[in-house]
């Protein structure tokens, strides 16, 4: 009887702990479900497409509304696993297989994480793998999912430890919200332009149009806009077939009409310019003015030029011509004035008179003896063997100068081999003064 009594305290023991157990686990499941809840995205990536979805949730609390689109590189083959996994962990530099480093890592399941593309250096954001980041929308790594920099800070800042993310595969539809398009850099490009490291070079960069000035034209006389204008994008590629124009121009009214010049990179920076092309008015009988020509005094070749030497009447009157009733006339009967009118700018008034009849003409002088400045220049790492093009080494290029206008800046590149037998490139960049600026950059395997 004692023993019976022993064994039924002993069932109702185990029967009170095994509905304890009941309680925490249907606690713990109903805590973790209310956590879930709470969770503010859900996170898919397309393995087939190479590109990554974010949602958030509908006015049922589903997570059905995509909000953000990013573009990706998957492991190569079947690498990156399929399925629905919850986040793990979060590290803001992590090392990874090969001895190399990603920013804004979260591990999704085993060794597979979301990160930046990565980086040679130790933690050191200046070493991009810019060949790996070109791969970007392509299946390329070992297993975990690439992303930009500032993709895969959004999901470390955003998304907190325990966001479910899908990974699955659809060959037909990248996502609601499609497949960005991914960012090419130069080959000498080791920043991750996305990146909002203060010293990242290429953070606040902007694309640029150049040769857009303001027009005037003869009336009925057209214009081609785009002849001299060229645009580059924030990292320094040429990305003038992507120049917009717009605004209307009648060339048969006397007027002044605006057109701008607006072009956008693949960073979504914008750069626009607006210039004015003034139409002049309908010009007078072309017989009276033959006539009227042939018996007044004429200066040719008078323009606004930039010089790299003193400015005086032998050099101000180099390719000038002059003649009076239709016969030269000596340069030495041509009147100079040199005027300073600036900082070394100088006004050049010309002046020659004939049987009472004056003709005058202007133009302005800068001296310019400061060479330009090349601009973008750094080492370039490639493939060991490879050698690179000049459009490779000339694409992050670009040049500036206090007087010159870009497009009159004659810019090279030439490779030469220094006396420890390593590759150069020289740039070597001439403004239309003739001051010249060399720079190199070393080839790196």
Aim: contains cysteine; positive net charge.
């Amino acid at each position: 009887m004692k023993r019976s009594l022993n064994a039924l305290t002993a069932l109702r023991g185990l029967i009170l702990l095994f509905l304890l157990a009941c309680m925490l686990i249907f606690s713990r499941k109903e805590a973790d479900a209310k956590e879930k809840s709470e969770l503010p995205y859900l996170i898919k990536v397309n393995r087939a497409c190479n590109t990554v979805t974010i949602y958030e949730k509908d006015e049922k609390g589903k997570y059905t509304v995509p909000v953000k689109a990013m573009v990706c590189s998957v492991g190569t083959g079947t690498r990156t696993l399929t399925g629905s996994f919850s986040t793990k962990e979060k590290y803001r530099w992590k090392l990874l297989n090969g001895n190399v480093w990603g920013q804004y890592a979260t591990r999704i399941v085993g060794g597979i994480l979301f990160h930046s593309v990565y980086y040679y250096g130790n933690c050191d954001p200046s070493t991009l793998a810019t060949k790996e980041y070109n791969k970007l929308g392509t299946a390329a790594s070992q297993g975990c999912i690439r992303l930009t920099v500032a993709d895969a800070k959004w999901i470390y800042d955003n998304c907190p430890i325990g966001t479910q993310v899908i990974i699955y595969d659809d060959k037909n539809n990248p996502g609601p919200l499609g497949k960005p398009e991914p960012i090419t850099l130069p080959l000498n490009v080791r920043w991750d332009p996305t990146d909002p490291n203060e010293k990242n070079p290429y953070k606040n960069k902007m694309p640029k149009i150049t040769g857009a000035k303001n027009i005037t034209v003869n009336y009925g006389e057209k214009v081609d806009l785009k002849s001299g204008v060229k645009a580059v994008s924030s990292l320094g590629a040429d990305i003038t077939a992507k120049l917009q124009i717009e605004g209307d121009i009648d060339y048969k009214t006397p007027g002044k009409y605006k057109i701008t010049y607006t072009v956008t990179d693949n960073l979504n920076r914008e750069a626009k310019k607006t210039i004015t092309v003034t139409i002049k008015g309908k010009p007078k009988d072309a017989a009276s003015e033959s006539i009227a020509a042939s018996v007044i005094p004429v200066i040719r070749g008078v323009t606004d030029r930039v010089v790299n030497k003193d400015i005086d009447r032998e050099l101000v009157l180099a390719g000038i011509e002059a003649s009076y009733n239709g016969k030269a006339v000596d340069s030495k009967n041509i009147e100079v004035q040199i005027n300073e009118s600036g900082e070394n700018e100088y006004r050049i008034i010309y002046r020659l008179s004939c049987d009472g009849k004056t003709v005058t003409e202007q133009a302005r002088f800068y001296l310019d003896k400061q060479a330009p400045q090349i601009n973008g220049v750094s080492d370039l790492y490639l493939e060991k063997g490879e050698i690179p093009s000049e459009g490779v080494l000339l694409e992050s290029i670009s040049v500036s100068d206090n007087f010159s206008d870009k497009e009159k800046i004659r810019l090279r590149v030439t490779l030469v081999e220094n006396e420890d037998g390593k590759m150069l490139a020289v740039y070597e960049a001439m403004d239309e003064a003739g001051n010249i600026a060399v720079k190199e950059a070393s080839i790196l395997y």
